[in-house]
């Protein structure tokens, strides 16, 4: 059983910056597409950035140009690193294997909890 542990979250200011990691237990941990998630009160948990075995990148309209997904092979981790945050960003983050399905690989860790204050 793959165990997933994010980390990193916090409460910050509308404009500050956060670095989030994930640890995974997986097995060949680089040949999976990984990604950072969100869920945020109420509403549906939503994708917010893909990374691929080759480091390809892919990131919801909403966070592009203000969050950067990156990965250690070596340390079974994936990082979003998040600036320019708004209080719209607030949300529990998780990491997961990515499908392109859209279904994820393993069960959900615990997330990290964001928020952005105004």
């Known amino acids: 059983q793959v165990q997933l542990v994010e980390s990193g979250g916090g409460l910050v200011q509308a404009g500050g910056s956060l670095r989030l990691s994930c640890a995974a237990s997986?097995?060949?941990?680089?040949?999976?597409?990984m990604g950072w998630y969100r869920q945020a009160p109420g509403k549906q948990r939503e994708l917010v950035a893909t990374?691929?075995?080759?480091?390809?990148?892919n990131y919801a309209d909403s966070v592009k140009s203000r969050f950067t997904i990156s990965r250690d092979n070596a340390k079974n981790t994936v990082y979003l690193q998040m600036n320019s945050l708004k209080p719209d960003d607030t949300a529990v983050y998780y990491c997961?294997?990515?499908?392109?399905?859209?279904?994820?690989?393993?069960?959900w860790g615990q997330g990290t909890q964001v928020t952005v204050s105004s």
């Open positions: 997961n294997g990515y499908r392109s399905s859209g279904t994820s690989y393993w069960a």
């Open positions: 997986a097995r060949f941990f680089s040949i999976y597409t």
């Open positions: 990374i691929t075995s080759v480091s390809s990148t």
